[in-house]
């Protein structure tokens, strides 16, 4: 059974519901240790599973480079959207805490020559300004007059913006963005209707953090890592809500359910997952294929789970 597609708003593209999140590429101290090969394998897989969509950034240490190497010469097979305003040059090892943004020109301007020599590519379907700055700060640094010089220079074709709270609503305003990569899931909802507000002013919509990634285990072992428990607010909210028995009767588990329900949310273009397990990125495909959940469940599970 195939993916979905649907169009990214005005860009008029159209995107697989499932899209495929890179950041687990970015390699060690930030990401697990990736074998380049194994790399090679997953890039193919996702590909070869369906999925329509790529999200990476200057500031996933090594992902770009993977993408450029294994799968640049398939590059018309997908869409691809990288971000802009990240450190330039900065070395993989580079450990935490996040280095500071710029969103100046020259900044701008390096990072999307940088991301098309590292991804071996003429252009970037979508940039998307990372970290969700002020208005005031794009205004100051005039960053959205950057972005639309590179589009007229043809080495971008739609401008995005990864945006949350308390920001988003400002950057929905401007109308000057074509997609927003927006944080949500069934157990923080916090940016629920301002995705719904985000297509309504024409813009497409990419869902970050609606499921489970799987990671290499300590032993190096490839280990599927579903959700069964969120962590910290968010188990606090799965177990506030008391879903274990509606699950059992729709027959779902609870890494398909996380999935589904983002899947389900109606203004969703398409949610980013990714993973460094094939085996998780074959389960999450087969997830996806099933679409949203059944309208009854899907709403009983929105009356449970806290808003």
Known sequence: MAIESRTLGRTKADVTIL???????????????????????????VLDGGITLIDTSPDYGRSEELIGKHIGHRRDEFFLASKCGCPINLPADVPPPRQPHDYGPANVRANVEQSLRRLRTDRLDLVQVHMSPSRAQLEEDHTI????????????????????????????????????????????????????????HGAGTLIRGGAARGAPSEEKNWSIGPLTQPAGVGQRNW??????DLLEQAGISSMEFTLRFTLSHPALSTTIVGTSNLEHLKGNIEV????????????EAKRRLPA
């Open 19 to 45: 899209g495929y999140g890179a950041m687990e590429l970015r390699g060690e101290p930030r990401g697990p240790n990736i074998p380049d090969d194994h790399a090679g394998l997953l890039l193919n897989a």
């Open 145 to 200: 007059e950057t972005l639309k010089e590179l589009q007229g220079e043809g080495k971008i074709r739609f401008i995005g913006m990864s945006g949350i709270l308390p920001n988003l609503p400002d950057h929905i305003a401007m109308d000057v963005f074509d997609a927003f990569q927006i944080p949500y899931s069934a157990v923080q909802r916090d940016h629920e209707a301002l995705i719904t507000e985000a297509a309504d």
């Open 239 to 244: 177990e506030t809500a008391s879903l274990d």
């Open 288 to 299: 996806a294929a099933k679409g949203p959940l059944p309208a009854d469940v899907y709403a």
